[in-house]
């Protein structure tokens, strides 16, 4: 039980969806491509996250189904894309599986944040083994959204607590032997930085608690990105192909 | 007789009508649905009718009848909660399923039984020889007429309960025997009276009969089948139309006009938009009969955490953010963890609230349960709390000691506070 001072606590910067106070920083620039159906939705990030000079961020592009969405991030090539689960022509997987090349792009590759109004298991799961690179929800501020931005440019991962519960969850203790023991099974100490993102902790929050640097945080984070994407246990492929979105 | 006082019951009861009853039911469920109908235990409707059996067999056509005329329903007796389409229970893991019945093992016996009552009362009765002849063909009718209806029961609660897939054969089997006991009965019949000689002739005749009816009356009856599941389908199209027309009606509606009432109002939109959203994304998401009603009272954990997180969210206009990993169902001892864990959140948003969303995190591990809330407020130290605010110490602290678990309070070092409470669960797992 320590005291806590009036020196460190910093209410303000409260931040519900995980990521560490990394923001734009000066100098910083991000392109970025929003793919969404709702065009007041569209509108509202363009008005939040788009002052470039603020924030960094420069809106490329917009999109508001998949056959445009390729088209307009195949030409635009942008670093970064927001993209939107459901969407008409075959929701945000579609753009995904036919953007594929792009993300594995050796020199430039194009990345995916999801956003959705769903906070359903199927969707969020479904997109992260689309590949998306992290999953927000649309409540998100403004700032969070910026911060997750500049992280997925990086190629880190970004975990909202909703996230990090659903794949706890997936990664439960079954007595199912795991078929391929690297990718079926979480280690302790991404369980511990799951958890603590579950519990609504900064990365840099975590780096605190468990005695090690944000960066080996983020890269736990990684980790447990690419075994979400790449295992084959059942719970997931279930949430995964509950609205055929794989 | 029907006089009889029902069952007294905590809530008015709609008028009843005679059902037969689908659960528990040994052949037609006839028996059952009278009981509950009449308001008397199962057993003496059952011996009465056995009693009629002995009275030249007149108790086997009254079952007959009220099986043939009376509709298959629910309830019956045991009417201690509201009949319900589908019995579910909750399995060790909190998921609700529903419980497909056992096999039919009431059946069997029922049917021995039937067959001791029908030895004895073979025995007892003085008929002549002839009409005692044909006795055993008209047994046979009737169980292969019993097989078929009671068949036909099946097929017609399958569509009401999700009955772990029965493999077809059965279902097959059951009726082809059936109607082979029929055959087997009839024939018998016929072969009694002495016209086994025609027996050829007629049955040739009776299937060109059979025959004949299929073609002129088969396409008919195939396109009233397929006319009544199509009407089926838009009536259930159309209910759910109505459904959703309804409750975006009542609530989404009300909320939206609520919202420009109070425009300047910034924390009252938030509370009213936050509400809304959780009660559309339960009603939109959530399976069928899983804490849709507001009334009914949480079983689980995961429901228990949530409906608290959101009657906090309502109170104090502070939006929590609820995650859940695993989930167990409900005992005293959670139950106790729950109501600390609410006032936890309660402390959450009215002291912290300010630093933005309360974030509630629940996970089951095996027979631990692990709560935590967590703000982002300016923090707070137990010691400097007066000893005359029982809050923490008490109703959250105490509590959970009381109960056999730990609670821990610890400020976060970049702000706010955090609550960790844990419980393991009570020794029987369910």
Known sequence: MSDPTEANSTAGSAEAAGPAESGGGPGRRVRVVLVDDHRMFRTGVQAEIGQTEQTGVEVVGEAADVDQAVTVITATRPEVVLLDVHLPGGGGVEVLRRCAPLMADAEQPVRFLA?????AAEDVIGVIRGGARGYVTKTITGTDLVDSVFRVQEGDAVFSPRLAGFVLDAFASTDAPPVDEDLDRLTQREREVLRLIARGYAYKEIAKQLFISVKTVESHVSAVLRKLQLSNRHELTRWATARRLV | MSEAAAAPLAEPRPPRKLYRSSDGRWL??????LAGHLGLPVIWVRLVFVGLFMADGLGALLYAAFWFFVPLGVGGVEAQKPPSLVSSETSPDGRRRLVARRPDKGQMVALLLMVVVAMVFVGNVNLSGAARAYLWPTVLVGAGVALVWRQADNARRARWVEVGRRRRTVTLLRSVGGVLLVTAGVSGIFVLQGSAAHLGSVLQAALAVLV?????????LVRMTQDLSEERLMRIRAQERAEVAAHVHDSVLHTLTLIQ????????????ARAQERDLRTWLYKPEGTGKDEADEPTTLADAVRRNAAEVEDKHGVPIEVVVVGDCPLDERIAAQM???????????????????VQVYAEVEGKTVFVSVR???PGFDLDSIPADRMGVRESIIGRMERNGGTARLRAVPDGGTEVELEMERA????
């Open chain 1, 115 to 119: 956003l959705s109004v769903s906070d």
């Open chain 2, 28 to 33: 037609g469920g006839v028996a059952r649905g």
């Open chain 2, 212 to 220: 004949g009816i299929t073609l002129l009356a088969g396409p008919y």
């Open chain 2, 261 to 272: 009432r109070n425009a300047e109002n910034a924390n009252e939109v938030r509370r009213l």
């Open chain 2, 339 to 357: 109501q600390a864990a609410r006032e936890a959140m309660v402390n959450a948003a009215k002291y912290g609230g300010e630093g933005g969303a």
């Open chain 2, 375 to 377: 703000d982002r407020g």
């Open chain 2, 427 to 430: 020794e029987k797992t369910s």
